[in-house]
């Protein structure tokens, strides 16, 4: 089978440990095509999305995940979208990185905040905030499931030019399988390198690690690079701002531009779109009211 862009869950039958290995291939490609990212700033976002995929496949709901790091630093926001159906987004705000700043801690600064929501089609969103614990991504997050969930989780995380690509365990509550065999199986998994995680596929991780163990295996998934922007979503962006406020820009610059940060799609509204949206001509109604001069 094709192993890249593919999530493989699997468990334990003699230890309290479930998890997943993830492996992205053409959906961080995807990603990578849209920005000429600087190498600190890539390795940490493909570092996020693998995570993100981690974590998502695990949560039985029909929704998003959404994982943002947020700091004062050269890299000012962070941002990863993964979905149920097992698409993914991702995008990177940051300002000029010093050669010498690499680790994560560095790289947002500090006071920087980890910020997770779980955004289901139905039902309220939940959001978990939390200060950065850790010198990478994986600590980080490792210290955020422990102190949002109580939930024992390692998770080894790789990233560079060509792939982004993690392993997750987590441990199960007692009574499933042989309770020392936790630290067992992370033991294992801290011999696991970043240029194994990055060349192999995932059930060759598995079989490095685990040949020894009774595992199951879940019928892989594969993951793919997708946007949800689209003309009729940004036009309800642009309501929200009000018909005033978009008049006011159409009369200044002839028109709105708004470009998708994850995928670089630029949608433009001019006179007669703005009209269409609000079902007036708000545009029109501004200028005869004499508020349509360019303000400054």
């Known amino acids: 089978m094709n192993h890249k862009d593919t999530l493989q869950r699997f468990i334990f039958d003699g230890a309290p440990v479930r998890g997943a290995t993830v492996r992205l291939d053409d959906a961080w490609q995807a990603v990578l095509s849209r920005r000429a990212y600087p190498a600190p700033v890539r390795d940490v976002l493909g570092q996020m999305m693998a995570a993100s995929a981690l974590l998502a496949a695990n949560l039985k709901f029909d929704g998003t995940l959404v994982m943002q790091i947020q700091g004062k630093g050269p890299l000012r926001l962070a941002v990863v979208e993964s979905n149920s159906d097992r698409t993914l987004r991702a995008t990177a705000k940051w300002d000029e990185v010093p050669s010498q700043v690499t680790s994560p801690r560095e790289l947002f600064g500090e006071h920087a905040?980890?910020?997770?929501?779980?955004?289901?089609?139905?039902?309220?969103?939940?959001?978990?905030?939390?200060?950065?614990?850790?010198?990478?991504?994986?600590?980080?997050?490792?210290?955020?499931?422990?102190?949002?969930?109580?939930?024992?989780?390692?998770?080894?995380?790789?990233?560079?030019?060509?792939?982004?690509?993690?392993?997750?365990?987590?441990?199960?509550?007692?009574?499933?399988?042989?309770?020392?065999?936790?630290?067992?199986?992370?033991?294992?998994?801290?011999?696991?390198?970043?240029?194994?995680?990055?060349?192999?596929?995932?059930?060759?991780?598995?079989?490095?690690?685990?040949?020894?163990?009774?595992?199951?295996?879940?019928?892989?998934?594969?993951?793919?690079?997708?946007?949800?922007?689209?003309?009729?979503?940004?036009?309800?962006?642009?309501?929200?701002?009000?018909?005033?406020?978009?008049?006011?820009?159409?009369?200044?610059?002839?028109?709105?531009?708004?470009?998708?940060?994850?995928?670089?799609?630029?949608?433009?509204?001019?006179?007669?779109?703005?009209?269409?949206l609000f079902g007036a001509d708000v545009v029109g109604a501004v200028k005869a009211a004499g508020d349509g001069d360019v303000r400054h």
């Open 113 to 276: 905040q980890f910020v997770i929501t779980l955004d289901p089609r139905q039902g309220e969103p939940w959001q978990g905030i939390v200060a950065l614990e850790g010198y990478s991504i994986g600590a980080m997050l490792e210290n955020y499931m422990q102190r949002s969930e109580q939930l024992d989780t390692r998770l080894i995380l790789a990233s560079d030019a060509g792939a982004a690509a993690g392993l997750l365990l987590q441990r199960l509550p007692d009574g499933h399988g042989d309770a020392e065999g936790w630290q067992h199986v992370k033991v294992l998994a801290d011999t696991l390198s970043s240029q194994e995680l990055l060349e192999l596929p995932g059930t060759e991780v598995l079989h490095r690690l685990y040949h020894d163990e009774a595992l199951r295996l879940f019928d892989a998934e594969p993951m793919a690079f997708a946007c949800n922007c689209s003309h009729t979503r940004v036009g309800d962006m642009l309501k929200m701002l009000g018909g005033e406020e978009v008049a006011h820009v159409i009369l200044e610059q002839g028109s709105v531009e708004i470009t998708c940060d994850f995928c670089n799609q630029n949608y433009v509204f001019d006179h007669d779109d703005v009209t269409e």
